[in-house]
């Protein structure tokens, strides 16, 4: 399985842009990169994900480098609503049955500082 | 409003009694997943099903039985609970069991404490 790398934590002042990072070092040509965080202990919410381009949506911006081996969550405008735990997953490999694993790791808990 | 419910929210209870977590997806979502998370373990995957009368094991199905009789509900069974069951479990679905460019929708979670 394609395993992920994320700092443990991080701060970030409200109103500046959040940067989180994540290293794939082993993912595969077809995994994608997605991004879910965790708002205490709420369920996982989805944020966004992405194969190879950079994405954009209402929430999140995805950078992901040419090489795949790493990409960048970035939160344009962090406001104290989001802060939480936030998961960098790349789809794992897929079994017999055709199920691809999603393992989450621990996570960078993102701090956003008024 | 398309969701994933879960119940009960808390729920305690002593060791041996068995006990069901319910999760219910209104989505119309081929594949359902259990997941139980620990303080500095992340979240791990008890079991998961890929579509009616489909399930498997995943990382730490010991102690848990599942059943997915009907395409919306995949309980959760604690046919006797330990206190090492003392966790926060999710259920999560997705739309199609083998797409990989497809979101986990995930529910609300259920805190069980076994005494």
């Known amino acids: 399985d394609a395993k992920t790398t994320q700092p443990t934590s991080m701060d970030c002042a409200e109103g500046r842009a959040a940067n989180l990072p994540c290293n794939h070092s082993?993912?595969?040509?077809?995994?994608?990169v997605y991004w879910y965080r965790q708002i205490h202990s709420q369920g996982p919410q989805y944020i966004i994900h992405g194969l190879k381009n950079n994405e954009t949506n209402e929430m999140a911006s995805l950078i992901i480098t040419e090489d795949r081996k790493s990409s960048t969550l970035i939160l344009p405008h962090a406001t104290l609503r989001d802060t939480a735990v936030y998961y960098c997953i790349v789809r794992g490999s897929m079994n017999s049955g055709g199920y691809q694993k999603v393992t989450f790791g621990i996570g960078t808990k993102l701090q956003v500082i008024p | 409003e398309a969701q994933v419910t879960q119940n009960p929210r808390y729920l305690i209870t002593v060791t041996g009694k068995k006990l069901t977590v319910t999760c219910s997806q209104n989505?119309?979502?081929?594949?359902m997943s259990w997941y139980r998370q620990d303080p500095g373990l992340g979240l791990r995957q008890i079991y998961y099903s890929m579509n009616v009368e489909v399930t498997d094991k995943g990382d730490v199905p010991e102690g848990y039985k599942v059943s997915r009789k009907e395409k919306r509900n995949f309980p959760l069974i604690l046919e006797s609970p330990s206190p090492n069951q003392t966790s926060l479990y999710f259920c999560?679905?997705?739309?199609?069991?083998?797409?990989?460019?497809?979101?986990?929708?995930f529910g609300s979670g259920t805190q069980l404490s076994v005494l």
């Open positions: 989505m119309n979502h081929e594949y």
């Open positions: 082993t993912i595969s040509g077809n995994e994608y």
């Open positions: 999560a679905s997705k739309r199609d069991a083998r797409a990989t460019n497809e979101k986990l929708f």
